[in-house]
């Protein structure tokens, strides 16, 4: 004969996250990602809440900064970590943003780059911490970098070599592991200032 349990405690069809959670807990994320910087005495969230908040958004199939509110109740009461308002969230992305770098060549065409080094190093770091990429083995990775054409509406964006408007960011990788992340817009091809991005990708292989 089946028995019936009788539970009181509160079910969340995302209750699986907790289990994610508990590993990013484990292995001292948590702690890690308040390496973004020190948000003052009197704020509520670190920026390692925010950022899992946003991890878990991703995870829950969230599309907009708004769902945030959903995954907030369905997560009420559980483990994971506490997650902070939309308001919040937008507030402290904005305060770690970069201003673009403008760069106006002899024929008079405007690349904008946008990139923070700091956020950079900080992926290589996570990568090392979480065992993805090994120091010592660092002689016998491979480095790879591209650019994808993201085409949109954005009011800054602007004509890519496809005719139509784009950003046009370029990615490093080692294996699947994102090392590096720069945003371009749409006129700036790949082979702009390539060897200023890549060269200093390369230090950390000395």
Request: proline content about 4%.
């Amino acid at each position: 004969m089946n028995e019936v349990t009788n539970s009181e405690k509160k079910v969340s069809p995302f209750g699986g996250i907790n289990f994610i959670y508990q590993a990013v807990l484990k292995k001292g994320l948590h702690e890690f990602l308040n390496e973004l910087g020190y948000r003052g005495i009197c704020a509520k969230y670190t920026h390692s809440d925010v950022v899992l908040s946003l991890f878990a958004k991703s995870l829950t199939q969230g599309t907009y900064l708004s769902d945030l509110e959903t995954v907030k109740a369905k997560l009420a009461g559980q483990q994971f970590s506490p997650i902070p308002s939309p308001d919040t969230v937008e507030y402290v992305c904005q305060r770690l943003k970069q201003s673009n770098q403008v760069k106006t060549t002899r024929e008079g065409i405007v690349h904008e780059l946008n990139y923070d080094n700091r956020l950079n190093e900080l992926l290589v770091k996570l990568a090392v911490k979480c065992n993805q990429l090994k120091p010592s083995d660092k002689q016998g990775y491979i480095l790879n970098y591209d650019n994808v054409v993201i085409e949109n509406e954005k009011q800054d964006a602007r004509f890519s070599y496809k005719k139509t408007k784009a950003h046009h960011p370029g990615f490093a990788f080692i294996g699947r592991i994102p090392v590096h992340i720069e945003n371009r817009n749409g006129n700036t091809p790949a082979s702009y200032g390539q060897k200023e991005t890549v060269l200093p990708l390369y230090q950390w292989y000395i």
